[in-house]
């Protein structure tokens, strides 16, 4: 569905079902570059248990209109400008990657409608190599490639993946070239000048859960457990199969690491 | 791993996972119609299109889907569907986006069953199709009609082999938002990725050179994820919400994937043209020697080229690697490593001269099929396109002198033997 936001045009997806904000709420962030795709085989399932679940493309992603915001923190900003604008309430947020780093600035900033927060393959920052900023202003196809190289595992370089017939490197090449132009770069270099996840992370009151990817390259698991060891008592758990794509490379153990926690924290009526 | 995957590796690799229980490195055939579910939950969910996983092997199966995932990582596309035949593949594209009231433009040169397929059987369904020479690129954007919705044509024409200029025909398809479908099975993706090039879906044949053992029959439709269904109201079904699911918005919910996952629920589903697991682990045996297979293809090729044009008795000699093909540049663009083995050739003397020649092989065989390992020779107008009528074969490019040759992997020396064979039965009716 569209909505306004700020005089700009939102895209999200809802799961298949009609949005209804007096139902409780799973919202999911995409990461850097990505688009609500990234989230297809976790949406329709609460969507179908009677969550109102909301998938937004970011500011300059796939169908939202541009341009892609510069910061975190203004990212969540934005976010809570969704949630008013929707009115939606008793939300679970489920973050994947740069998501997280919102979702921590968020649930620090906008503790009063949250339930619970899931936060995917992240650390407390996500500093990213100059090579890779340059190459996404410069060569965004160059950037893509090095983001899902090292983005994926092995599963997903040799295309396998949970749906029959479907590649995830490929599908997620489509996506991030689907963006406005600066996209990549703009993400990127927000995520690189994130510095507020300690803070942020110890001011979250929500009941927060943490799912770790052994094999992930780019939020490695000593980030992750940096991220762990900030948090209020967080429900932990590492895939060690996984590279950093958690929730397209092991769909089926995410959902039902999602699913647990969601339905005791924040039960859909 | 980090980094991605090289051709061949792929050709090996691709959409397997190495079988958890028993370890065996070959795909297994799950020859099985149907799969156990391990709860109530997890099988609506697999039925509502939550998750994946299988349900009913006509609509997914695991051998099958490691072919398709393989097919979709050779050439690029984010997502493939298997078919029971190429032509299964063509039909099921088509009718994903298309319906009753809307149009096709495609190219005069192609496989018979394409032709006949828009020429006779999708207007019963009314469904109509505008046929442009490929050599007239400007010919596409001027048939293009409102109710136009797909452009379809063949990177090598069939059997006349000009090739389709695929930048150019892309770019009148982005100019009208109409999407683009190659057949793609005369080149495969180790001759040309035509995703690289603009083309939106591709359609192979699976039995030609990606199986290339003629042992089975499949298809396949591969999704580039690189078409913009939303920018348009035009695409309904792709679009707009599918009452069988819910009511599911494909675009929405499966972005790059919409189209292929269009065809999976909806034709592998009410139609069922499925491919059969045992066909899928045949063909999956064939593209793992894809590159070499092709590259014997090619030398073999050249060879014989060579070998036709110098012969007293072939009256013209037809491939796009000759510089006197009208195509010859387009063929050094799209397809550097070699233009395929497909080539055909006239006899002298004619229709009965043509005829001796293919009697009179033994080693080529007299069949209708091309791809296989082994060399086939085939008379175009009385076979393959027997079905069309005059005007159109003239526009395909076939005469009655023409034999199409498709060229095997033997030894070129024996091919030439078996020539040499035909020709000499062949030589009374030059000589008349």
Redesign the interface.
């Known amino acids: 569905m569209y909505f306004d936001v700020n005089g700009k045009r939102v895209f999200a997806t809802t799961g298949g079902k009609p949005f209804d904000n007096d139902k409780h709420a799973v919202i999911f962030l995409h990461g850097s570059g990505l688009d609500h795709t990234f989230w297809g085989l976790h949406s329709r399932f609460f969507a179908f248990r009677n969550y109102a679940v909301l998938v937004p493309d970011f500011p300059g992603h796939t169908h939202s209109d541009g341009p892609a915001v510069r910061s975190i923190e203004a990212m969540a900003d934005w976010l809570n400008d969704v949630v008013a604008a929707l009115d939606i309430k008793d939300i679970s947020l489920v973050a994947h990657s740069q998501g997280c780093l919102v979702a921590l600035e968020f649930a620090s900033r906008y503790p009063q409608r949250l339930r619970s927060v899931s936060f995917i393959a992240s650390g407390l920052a996500t500093p990213v190599n100059d090579a890779l900023i340059t190459a996404a202003e410069n060569d965004p196809d160059a950037a893509i490639a090095m983001m899902l190289g090292w983005g994926f595992g092995s599963a997903g370089h040799l295309h396998q993946g949970p749906i029959p017939g479907s590649s995830m490197v490929a599908g997620g090449r489509k996506v991030m070239r689907g963006n406005v132009p600066d996209a990549l770069a703009t993400d990127l270099k927000a995520c690189n000048a994130y510095k507020n996840g300690k803070q942020a992370a110890a001011a979250i009151t929500a009941p927060v859960q943490v799912i770790l990817a052994g094999k992930d390259r780019m939020a490695p698991r000593k980030a992750g457990l940096e991220l762990v060891a900030h948090l209020p008592d967080p429900e932990v758990t590492i895939i060690e199969e996984s590279g950093h794509m958690v929730p397209q490379e092991v769909p089926d153990r995410c959902r039902d690491l999602l699913k647990a926690f969601i339905f005791k924290n924040n039960r859909a009526t | ?5 090289n051709f061949d590796t ?1 050709s090996l ?5 190495v079988d958890p229980v028993f370890g065996a490195r070959a795909t297994p055939i799950y020859q099985t119609t149907s799969y156990v579910f391990p709860d109530t939950d997890t099988a609506s ?1 697999i039925f ?7 349900a009913y092997s006509r609509i ?3 051998t ?2 490691v072919l ?3 097919i ?2 050779l050439e ?7 078919t029971a035949s190429g032509m299964a593949a063509t039909f099921c594209a088509i009718t994903a986006i298309l319906e009753q009231g809307d149009h096709i433009v495609a190219s005069t040169q192609m496989y018979g069953g394409n032709i006949s397929l828009m020429k006779n059987t999708l207007p019963r369904f009314g469904i109509t199709a505008t046929f442009v020479d490929p050599t007239d690129t400007d010919g596409f954007g001027k048939a293009v009609q409102d109710n136009t919705k797909l452009i379809y044509g063949e990177l090598i024409g069939n059997p006349g082999l000009d090739i389709l200029d695929l930048e150019a025909v892309a770019k009148i398809g982005a100019e009208h938002h109409v999407p683009f479908m190659v057949d793609a099975t005369f080149n495969t993706p180790y001759l040309c990725r035509c995703f690289d090039y603009g083309a939106n879906m591709t359609i192979h044949s699976v039995t030609k050179w990606l199986g290339g053992h003629g042992a089975a029959i499949g298809g396949v439709v591969v999704d ?3 078409f ?1 269904w ?1 920018a348009t109201d035009k695409y309904p079904t792709i679009t707009e919400p599918y009452a069988p ?5 494909l675009w ?6 919409a189209f ?1 996952t269009r065809i ?1 629920a909806e034709a592998m589903r009410d139609i069922g043209p499925s491919m059969s697991p045992m066909n899928a682990f045949l063909l999956l045996q064939g593209i793992e020697t894809l590159s070499l297979r092709m590259d014997k293809h090619l030398a073999n090729t050249k060879e014989l080229l060579d070998y036709l044009t110098n012969h007293e008795q072939v009256s013209w000699v037809n491939h796009p690697s000759l510089p006197s093909h009208s195509s010859h540049e387009l063929a050094k663009k799209y397809l550097p490593k070699g233009a395929g083995s497909i080539v055909s050739f006239g006899v002298k003397g004619g229709r009965e001269a043509g005829k001796a020649f293919i009697e009179n092989t033994e080693l080529a065989s007299h069949l209708a099929n091309v791809g296989d390992a082994k060399t086939l020779v085939i008379h175009p107008a009385t076979t393959t396109h027997s079905r069309i009528d005059a005007e159109a074969l003239a526009a395909a490019g076939i005469t009655e002198d023409m034999v199409r040759l498709s060229v095997g992997l033997e030894d070129v020396a024996d091919i030439k033997a078996d020539f040499d064979t035909g020709f000499r039965a062949a030589r009374r009716f030059a000589d008349t």
Not at chain 2, 1 to 5: D, E, I, K, P, W
Not at chain 2, 76 to 82: N, R
């Open positions: 791993m980090s980094r991605f995957l792929l690799h691709a959409g397997q996972t969910s509502n299109l939550e998750r994946g996983g299988h997914t199966n695991p099958v889907g398709e995932q393989r979709a990582a690029g596309g984010s997502a493939a569907v298997c580039a994820g690189n913009d939303g699911f819910s009511g599911i918005n929405e919910e499966f972005g790059p994937s292929a999976r």
